[in-house]
């Protein structure tokens, strides 16, 4: 096993895509959680009627999406798709990642996709394969072997 050999963009957008469906799942289970007793219950069904609780329910649905990853990064270094394609984030030095590296990670990976991707393209062409999320939080991803995942 080589633990500090870094993945490359492939590999990287494939974790990406399986966690997004994930995430996905996740987000409308939430939704559901929450709107089906506030509907059926309260008769709050429509949504547009109560813009307050449409701002509150976004807000618990992007808590649920931003938490997925803030947990699995900072609680073993790997959500279920990096898991699934043996990635793991650590910090610069191998260590775990801390709360602060994660939540800066998030924030600098939506700014790296609403630059068109070159955030994540970046990595392609960089000598050590990190992304602007990895270099602006001090985490890389590694390769790791899926016995020790």
């Known amino acids: 096993m080589n633990d500090s050999a870094p993945p490359g963009l492939p590999r990287r957008l ?9 995430v996905a799942g996740l987000v409308v289970a939430a939704f ?5 007793p ?10 547009h009627r109560h813009p307050w609780l449409r ?10 999406a931003v938490g997925f990853h803030l947990w699995f990064w900072t609680h073993g270094g790997q959500t279920l798709g ?13 260590g775990p990642v801390t709360l602060k590296q994660a939540l800066l990670r998030y ?36 390769l790791v072997d899926p016995d020790r995942s």
């Not at 559901?32 to 089906?36: A, H, M, P, R, S």
């Not at 700014?111 to 270099?135: E, I």
């Open 107 to 142: 924030g600098v990976a939506v700014l790296s996709a609403l630059a068109l991707g070159l955030g994540f393209l970046w990595a392609a062409f960089d000598g050590q394969k990190r992304a602007w999320h990895d270099r602006a939080s001090g985490t890389r991803l590694i």
């Open 82 to 94: 990096m898991r699934a394609w043996r990635l793991k984030l650590v910090s610069a030095d191998g």
């Open 32 to 36: 559901t959680l929450v709107y089906l």
């Open 14 to 22: 494939a974790a990406i895509f399986y966690d997004s469906f994930l």
């Open 38 to 47: 506030l509907a059926i219950g309260l008769g709050l069904e429509d949504l």
């Open 55 to 64: 701002h509150l329910l976004g807000l618990w649905m992007l808590t649920v």
